[in-house]
């Protein structure tokens, strides 16, 4: 997969993603990054990119030509790209939309700052995507996590072929808990089915602590799932665990 971002921090998207998971992928080359900075196509001695608001208000705003110059550049080099502006009004960042974009060759990420960008750039976006309903100083740790979470998707790059899969948020469940040596800590011991080596039933405890999480933790990711016989049944027991757990702590 090839990446181009567009930033004014070019450094700080590369040391950003300079280290874990994504530095993994690139030497692996299962992702190539590049970074594009819009100052270079600004047509001024001091590569200002930036200007005051028509018709008042506070802050600055991203011209619309240094900008759509670099746009046009990126989509030179990578003609197959999709141009995604990182923006608190696109649309919320899913692991399914991860899952969606790691299967495309090209993308091109584009970092605002400031008060936003000129309107007249946004013919040339195909996408706006956020990370939620905040407001953050710019694009770039948006599209730096986008891109983290795009990588650890791509073929090999991660140590075990089956860890992107048991993800939270895979199959809109939240993920189970997990638990290393010491089998015993401060007088908390790991599950016992878990040392016991029989690999269906802790795949089955592991799916209903999964499904009890989320009815625990994020109750509206079930709403969105249609139940088979089993997971219900595994669902429905965890809930009376909980309950009888209740009961005796009150």
Known sequence: ????????????????????????AREKRALQLSVRNPRDYADNPHRAVDDRPFGGGPGMVMQAPPVVASIEAARAALPQARVI?????????????LQHLADVPELILLCGRYEGW???????????????????????????????????????????????????????????????????WRGVSV??????????????????QALGATWLKRPDLLGRLT?????????ADFIEQQQSVRKVQA
């Not at 990182?86 to 960042?93: A, C, F, K, R």
């Not at 089915?193 to 592991?206: M, T």
């Open 118 to 184: 000129d309107e007249r750039i946004m013919p040339y976006i195909d996408v706006e995507i956020s990370l939620g309903d905040f407001v953050l100083s710019g694009g770039e740790l948006a599209a730096m996590a986008l891109i983290d979470g795009v990588a650890r998707l791509l073929p090999d790059v991660l140590g075990h072929k089956d860890s992107a899969k048991e993800d939270s948020f895979v199959e809109d469940l939240l993920d189970c808990p997990h638990y290393t040596r010491p089998a015993s």
């Open 1 to 24: 997969m090839q990446v181009e971002v567009i930033t004014l921090f070019p450094d700080m998207v590369e040391q950003g993603l300079s280290a874990g998971v994504p530095r993994i």
């Open 227 to 235: 139940l088979c016989d089993e997971w219900e049944a595994l669902l």
């Open 191 to 208: 599950p016992e089915l878990l040392l016991s080596g029989d690999h269906a039933r802790i795949r089955q405890w592991r799916l209903q």
């Open 85 to 97: 502006a990182m923006s608190p009004q696109g649309t919320p960042l899913t692991q399914a939309w």
